[in-house]
């Protein structure tokens, strides 16, 4: 591990566990209803230093308290900001706004629907802002998902194929840009069972490429666009999307990419998730993930399967391996130990190959890690993980669960 990331982790886990202890200690500190009158009337006295104190207790409630929902809340929202560390895009500033809400307080069997706006600066240049969520309308009978974010920073390419990828000598350096906008919205068919039409615009350009690496592109566009429409089918009987307990969640989704739509490269997708979880003792979960996406036709170079992200093969330099195809799965570990705090541990695996034929079990690519768990609101984790891949390891920090 590097020295700055060994660092950033000591950093993170001291900060975490202090505010959850000062939170314990300060619940022994709250003024009575008399006495908080009293200060309140003595506000135009308080010293600089005691204003300061009331911040930081206001500060330390606030996360102490951060977990608890309100049962007539019908908004329940939630503000995080905290440093960050990964492989591809370095040391970082991220801010989190997340939210929870009912679209229909009345029924308290419904799912309560979620949004999370989130903003990231680092020292490698990279910029972020992003939206995504989902909702649930009133019986469950509609369910809307959606997702945008842009983002640039400068990162490194490889070219496309396991072959290129697992060669260090051919990283290039360039800058990338991406804009992303997609939405799912699915009506129910049955008992935990949804299907209806997805959309996705992605913009993405590649800039500032090294000469001596040009030839990775394979004379590809470096700028490219595209327009997607398809059907989505998803079961998901998940106690809860953002950090279930037990149920399952299978997600098909079957695109389109055409030239009549204005797309300079055509082709299709086929995308299949499906993830379970089951409790198997006190506190722990066992959670496990198969992943797979198929490409027909000819996807540009920053439309293939890609390994490694926050959700999956985590620790991978994004997207240092791509192909048409990619076969992946995870099993995970996650266990609560004391009050907010928690642990995870995973083993995964992974293969991006151009057609069927061509699979190899020494192309297989391996993953594992671990990762601290803080549950900053109710049911909802920060989590920083450390992966370990082929390449080395990276580590992360992020907001809910891999999965």
């Not at 700055?4 to 709250?30: D, H, V, Y």
């Not at 949004?115 to 910029?127: A, R």
């Amino acid at each position: 591990m590097e020295k700055s990331t060994l660092n950033i982790l000591r950093i993170t886990l001291f900060l975490l566990a202090w505010l959850q202890l000062a939170g314990t200690k300060a619940s022994a500190t709250i003024p009575t209803e008399e006495v908080s009158q009293k200060i309140a009337s003595q506000t135009d006295s308080l010293s600089p230093a005691t204003e300061q104190k009331g911040l930081l207790r206001k500060v330390v409630n606030y996360f102490r308290n951060s977990d608890k929902i309100s049962p007539d809340k019908k908004f329940d929202f939630g503000f995080l900001p905290g440093p960050h560390y990964s492989s591809t895009a370095g040391l970082g500033l991220g801010m989190v706004a997340t939210g929870t809400y009912s679209t229909d307080r009345s029924d308290s069997l419904l799912p309560r629907s979620n949004i999370s706006l989130y903003g990231d600066m680092t020292t490698k240049g990279f910029l972020l802002i992003g939206l995504k969520g989902n909702n649930i309308f009133p019986k469950d009978k509609y369910r809307l998902d959606y997702r945008l974010y842009v983002y640039t920073f400068p990162t490194e390419f490889w070219g496309i194929g396991y072959e290129n990828g697992d060669n260090d000598n051919n990283e290039t350096d360039y800058r990338r840009m991406r804009f992303d906008i997609m939405a799912r919205f699915m009506a129910r068919i049955a008992p935990n069972a949804y299907l209806g039409p997805i959309v996705n615009f992605k913009y993405i350009q590649a800039r500032d490429i090294k000469p001596e690496g040009i030839h990775l592109w394979a004379g590809e566009n470096q700028t490219v666009h595209s327009q997607t429409v398809g059907l989505s089918f998803t079961y998901d009987s998940r106690d809860f999307m953002l950090n279930a307990y037990w149920g399952w969640f299978v997600q098909l989704d079957q695109t389109f990419t055409p030239r009549f739509l204005g797309n300079d490269y055509c082709f299709s997708t086929t995308e299949l998730t499906a993830s379970t979880y089951r409790p198997i003792w006190k506190g722990g979960i066992l959670a496990g993930e198969f992943h797979t996406q198929f490409n027909y036709g000819h996807p540009a170079w920053s439309m293939l399967a890609e390994v490694g992200s926050n959700q999956r093969m985590r620790g991978y330099f994004e997207g240092r391996y791509r192909d048409k195809n990619i076969i992946e799965a995870q099993i995970e570990l996650r266990q609560k130990i004391y009050r907010r705090h928690g642990f995870a541990l995973w083993a995964g695996a992974a293969e991006i190959f151009p057609r069927f034929e061509e699979l190899r079990l020494k192309k297989i690519l391996p993953n594992a890690g671990i990762g601290y768990r803080w549950e900053f609101k109710k049911r909802i984790n920060v989590r920083a993980d450390y992966g370990l891949t082929r390449n080395g390891g990276g580590f992360l920090f992020s907001i809910n669960e891999a999965f």
